[in-house]
């Protein structure tokens, strides 16, 4: 896995802010000038919006479509006004929700689910048409186990619970997991 440094970090969470902040008034975002090597690699990426400690939208890309800053700045417009879970981002709410980002290793077929650990991996589970994915995050948020961790992103593919057991694919990934929080970024208008 590749690394990113607090400033890589800190130039992608603001590039997520400003395309919101830049797409609520109607303006366009012109993206900054990249220096980092690492932010013009292509990656999977999620980002993730939260407003009061509750998700408020997330959306993202499992593979690789172009280079990590721009990938960003479209999933972080796709989280605020494209989640169908959730109404679209308001103006009035930019102020008070913070963003996550999730840069995605490549993918990799599950052999043997006991090689699952949780809180290191995610998932994703696709039987036919059905698919879902869940972040590492996500499970030891909820506190998971390796079996209900299988479980619930079979209920997010849409499937039942233990149809992760039999004819379903599964892939893990890692993610590299940071958010404003963390890093202390407070919106500014």
Not at 92 to 106: G, H, M, R, T, Y
């Amino acid at each position: 896995m590749f690394l990113l440094s607090d400033n890589d970090q800190k130039t992608l969470l603001e590039i997520a802010r400003n395309s919101v902040r830049s797409y609520l008034a109607v303006a366009t975002f012109d993206l900054p000038e990249i220096s980092s090597d690492v932010l013009t690699q292509s990656h999977g990426v999620f980002v993730s919006i939260h407003k009061h400690g509750e998700l408020r939208g997330c959306i993202g890309n499992v593979h690789p479509v172009g280079p990590l800053y721009r990938v960003t700045a479209e999933c972080a417009i796709a989280a605020a006004f494209g989640d169908p879970r959730f109404m679209p981002l308001m103006k009035k709410e930019i102020d008070v929700v913070n963003f996550e980002i999730s840069v995605l290793s490549p993918m990799e077929l599950v052999e043997d689910v006991k090689k699952i650990e949780v809180g290191r991996h995610g998932l994703m589970i696709s039987k036919g048409k059905a698919k879902g994915l869940l972040l590492p995050q996500v499970a030891a948020m909820y506190g998971w186990n390796r079996e209900r961790f299988l479980e619930e992103t079979s209920r997010k593919a849409g499937l039942a619970l233990d149809d992760w057991k039999e004819g379903a694919t599964i892939h893990y990934f890692t993610a590299i997991v940071f958010g404003e929080k963390r890093l202390h970024i407070t919106a500014t208008p």
